[in-house]
């Protein structure tokens, strides 16, 4: 049975899809959810290299995806160009990313247990002997290099399929802003660095004094480090998944 989180006021700032799904499960342990998307995702337009990439998509061993987004965009490029290649095979940087790609009917997918990260799913045994094999990584456009890297050094032959683009969501802070002043404010989630960066620009002056008074509750040691964070009262780790947030806000709720 989860914790009771009765009268928490939680900003949540994924894109809105998620940003709502996981409102409403927190709604169920008795939170307050305050939806403020801190990031937006946004198709990218189609391209020759896009086409080509997916064109040879059934000459790789692996395809990895990198977030959800990556799942819902990339399956419905690769789809676009034809049917998935059955013997192609799939890994994910964590589970949330996994569960989406099982949603989609890929049942093998190879996946971190301990890190949801790039560190993570390089440390796995199938992963360490790819010399010769090709990798095609389904991603947003940018973000980080280290898990190309780490499987060219070993041997791989790696190809992007960027199938979106993560921008800064025009938003007014107001309604956010009034709710902190009465204190119907209690904590805040964060992702990732980059969702960090906007959040703290969108909220301005006004939100980073009340930002100094509450606490920051993020899945990963990566994005507690992030400069943005020290504006914070206090860094939160929760771990990954809806569980692990509703234990930490609970931890948070009982030591108050």
Not at 46 to 74: C, D, M, P, R, Y
Not at 104 to 112: K, Q, S, T, Y
Not at 149 to 174: H, I, K
Not at 217 to 244: I, K, L, N, S, Y
């Amino acid at each position: 049975m989860s914790p009771r989180l009765d009268g928490t006021g939680i900003v949540i700032t994924r894109p809105r899809q998620a940003a709502e799904a996981l409102a409403a499960e927190l709604v169920q342990v008795g939170a307050r959810p305050f939806v403020f998307p801190a990031l937006a995702i946004e198709d990218l337009p189609w391209s020759e290299h896009i086409e080509a990439t997916l064109a040879s998509l059934a000459q790789a061993t692996w395809a990895v995806f990198v977030s959800a987004n990556a799942v819902e965009k990339g399956l419905a490029a690769a789809r676009r160009a034809g049917a998935w290649p059955a013997h192609v095979r799939v890994a994910a940087v964590g589970e949330a990313t996994a569960d989406a790609l099982r949603g989609e009917g890929i049942r093998d997918v190879l996946a971190p247990h301990e890190r949801h990260d790039s560190e993570g799913l390089l440390a796995l045994a199938p992963l360490q002997d790819v010399a010769g094999q090709r990798v095609v990584i389904f991603r947003g456009e940018g973000g980080r290099e280290r898990l190309r890297e780490g499987l060219q050094a070993r041997g791989a032959t790696v190809a992007y399929v960027e199938c979106y683009r993560r921008v800064r969501p025009q938003a007014d802070p107001a309604p956010l802003l009034q709710a902190w002043a009465r204190r119907e404010i209690h904590a805040v989630s964060i992702l990732s660095g980059e969702t960090l960066e906007n959040f703290v620009a969108m909220i301005g002056a006004e939100g980073e004094r009340f930002a100094a008074a509450t606490p920051l509750f993020v899945p990963h040691e990566a994005v507690g480090r992030h400069a943005q964070a020290r504006r914070f009262a206090r860094v939160v780790v929760t771990g990954h998944g809806t569980p692990a947030l509703v234990d930490a806000l609970a931890a948070m709720k009982s030591a108050a």
